[in-house]
């Protein structure tokens, strides 16, 4: 899945200078490539990420661990991760720009993890384990396993616009 994601975005790159300019790209652009994001949103983070933002108040809602969350002051069923929900319903939640639940940058998250590395080398290292139901470490596997699928089926659909 990884190398999958490296080949897909190296086409996706050289379309990027059409983009400034024109807005039917800048419009379509959001969906693919919304960036930076808060991890957390989306899945398990490191303690150093920190519980609370002042400005999301979905900062660490984490959608793969819990089948409940609150947008708005209003609870939301999140017990099925469908590219309708990611897309419809997470993407942008609340009104906030980081809270990118599809794209690129989402799916890199769930392959690679969150990235502890700061401006210096390296990549995020999650674990294959995280999406193997025999030995799960991280916990909702099944649940990883079923966002990844679904933001990758929505990436495909959006690139095909």
Partial sequence: AREAWKASRVP???TEVYRFGNKIVDDWEGKV???????????YVAKSYGSESDTNSLYTANVIANKEIEIDG????????TPEFLSGTLQEAGGVEANVATGYHAI?????????????????????TDY??????GGNCNR?????????DLLVSDLQE
Avoid: M
């Fill in 33 to 43: 490539n919304s960036w930076p994001l808060d991890e957390g949103l989306i899945d």
């Fill in 144 to 152: 990883r396993a079923e966002y990844l699928k679904s933001a990758s």
């Fill in 132 to 137: 193997d139901l025999a030995n799960c470490t």
């Fill in 108 to 128: 890199e998250f769930l392959l690679w993890g969150q990235d502890l590395h700061g401006t210096g080398p390296g990549a995020g290292e999650r674990p294959y």
């Fill in 74 to 81: 209003k609870k939301v069923d999140a017990s099925k991760l």
């Fill in 12 to 14: 996706y790159q050289q």
